[in-house]
């Protein structure tokens, strides 16, 4: 004879069983492009139409078969440490209403010069030593148009770090014709 239990467990089962194919029968761009992923691997020729057909899935398919594809690449316990140090800070020309580091608002922010080179290489070093695997540079700058001098500077620290073994990625507000071709040069993982 059933018993209620029984009975109970077996609607679980197949409850189960039919939410696990209604998952896994997902036909949505995010679905087939996870499935296609973890079979062949990373691709860099993705068209447009793609990203997409990809972005436009059902979110919360979206959500589930990101992290397949993240459990898949990654160990998923662990999160890459960075350091992010703003190396030139204040005085900003630019009007981001949000932010202390422009000059049109009385923050009470001194305005700074860049960084020298000892105390970036520094500050990179005692990163690493704490476990970082990238080290991020911040200039409060609006762009670097004009900035040659200094731009240079921070590509001579750039080079160091990178030789240090770390990535490095910087932020100087609008990076136009200079930052882009230093970009192409693969002086910088990202800007
Ligand atoms: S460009 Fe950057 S530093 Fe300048 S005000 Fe905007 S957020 Fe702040």
């Given at each position: 004879?059933?018993?209620?239990?029984?009975?109970?467990?077996?609607?679980?089962?197949?409850?189960?069983?039919?939410?696990?194919?209604?998952?896994?029968?997902?036909?949505?761009?995010?679905?087939?492009?996870?499935?296609?992923?973890?079979?062949?691997?990373?691709?860099?020729?993705?068209?447009?139409?793609?990203?997409?057909?990809?972005?436009?899935?059902?979110?919360?398919?979206?959500?589930?078969?990101?992290?397949?594809?993240?459990?898949?690449?990654?160990?998923?316990?662990?999160?890459?440490?960075?350091?992010?140090?703003?190396i030139?800070?204040?005085?900003?020309?630019?009007?981001?209403?949000?932010?202390?580091?422009?000059?049109?608002?009385?923050?009470?922010?001194?305005?700074?010069?860049?960084m020298t080179?000892?105390a970036v290489?520094?500050?990179?070093?005692?990163?690493?030593?704490?476990?970082?695997?990238?080290?991020?540079?911040?200039?409060?700058?609006?762009?670097?148009?004009?900035?040659?001098?200094?731009?240079?500077?921070?590509?001579?620290?750039?080079?160091?770090?990178?030789?240090?073994?770390?990535?490095?990625?910087?932020?100087?507000?609008?990076?136009?014709?200079?930052?882009?071709?230093?970009?192409?040069?693969?002086?910088?993982?990202?800007?």
């Amino acid at each position: 004879m059933l018993s209620v239990r029984s009975i109970f467990r077996s609607q679980l089962r197949l409850n189960s069983v039919t939410l696990s194919s209604l998952c896994y029968s997902s036909s949505s761009a995010a679905a087939i492009q996870a499935e296609k992923t973890i079979k062949d691997g990373p691709r860099n020729d993705w068209t447009r139409q793609e990203i997409k057909d990809v972005y436009d899935s059902p979110l919360l398919d979206l959500l589930f078969h990101g992290a397949q594809v993240h459990r898949y690449a990654h160990n998923f316990r662990e999160v890459q440490q960075c350091t992010l140090l703003s190396i030139k800070t204040g005085g900003c020309s630019e009007d981001c209403s949000y932010c202390p580091q422009s000059s049109r608002y009385t923050t009470g922010l001194k305005a700074q010069r860049l960084m020298t080179k000892e105390a970036v290489i520094e500050a990179a070093k005692r990163a690493k030593e704490a476990g970082s695997t990238r080290f991020c540079m911040g200039a409060a700058w609006r762009d670097t148009i004009g900035r040659k001098t200094n731009f240079n500077q921070i590509l001579d620290y750039v080079k160091e770090i990178r030789d240090m073994g770390l990535e490095v990625c910087c932020t100087f507000g609008h990076a136009r014709e200079a930052a882009g071709c230093r970009t192409e040069e693969g002086w910088s993982n990202s800007l």
